[in-house]
């Protein structure tokens, strides 16, 4: 069964400074990968999708994951912290049954 | 703008009384719809699979006769929480298929508070 796990549940980076969120994924063919973030009291947004058609992923606001199946990896990257930036991201990847699995998320916070 | 809209956005009802939320595909139509429940600080977990024209699947631990899923149309997918308990209190998240896009997108979700 397909399944993601985002190793930190709270990320602290100054402003400015680059984020790297993780997310490594379990699965037995060719997934689909995501990452969403979700702002206080909101629903989630879809930052960026990977299908299998290039490995660097580039998504909304900067941000960026690249898929590396030697490390089973989907890390969230972005170069430049803004304080807009604090929220929950979660990673999630899509099985068979096109059931969407999510991580159990990471808190991202900016300090000034 | 939204593709997936979820009425109420909110709603607070008494112990024991019967709460429904409606999603709604606008854009397209959607065989299949996901249901999620969010508790505060902790991530969504998949309660069903909604399927139109046939019986929802739900997922392992959710009662079935405690959430009822109706998917009466290709655009409409309801959730009913009967006989709420405080412990129902949560965040319901819906998603739905565009089985041409090959996407899904998920509605602003609903917040219920059983008081």
């Known amino acids: 069964a397909q399944s993601v796990t985002q190793l930190g549940s709270h990320v602290s980076v100054s402003e400015g400074a680059l984020v790297l969120l993780r997310c490594n994924y379990s699965s037995s063919v060719p997934p689909y990968l995501f990452w969403y973030v979700q702002y206080p009291n909101q629903g989630l947004q879809l930052l960026l999708k990977?299908?299998?058609?290039?490995?660097l992923v580039k998504g909304i606001n900067g941000f960026e994951a690249e898929f590396k199946k030697s490390e089973t990896s989907f890390h969230l990257t972005k170069p430049s912290a803004h304080m807009s930036d604090a929220a929950e991201y979660f990673c999630a990847v899509e099985s068979s049954a096109s059931k969407i699995i999510f991580g159990s998320g990471t808190r991202l916070s900016i300090r000034p | 703008g939204a593709v997936v809209s979820q009425h109420p956005s909110r709603v607070i009802c008494k112990s024991g009384t019967s709460v429904k939320i409606e999603c709604r595909s606008l854009?397209?139509?959607?065989?299949?719809m996901f249901w999620y429940r969010q508790f505060p600080k902790q991530s969504l977990m998949l309660m069903a699979t909604?399927?139109?024209?046939?019986?929802?699947?739900?997922e392992q631990g959710v009662e079935k006769d405690k959430f009822l899923i109706n998917h009466a149309s290709l655009t409409l997918s309801t959730l009913t929480v009967t006989s709420a308990h405080p412990e129902d209190s949560s965040f319901y998240i819906c998603?739905?298929?565009?089985?041409?896009?090959?996407?899904?997108?998920f509605g602003p979700g609903t917040r219920l508070l059983v008081l």
């Open positions: 998603s739905a298929r565009d089985p041409m896009k090959e996407t899904q997108y």
């Open positions: 909604s399927n139109e024209g046939s019986k929802a699947t739900y």
């Open positions: 854009d397209f139509q959607a065989t299949t």
């Open positions: 990977y299908t299998s058609a290039a490995t």
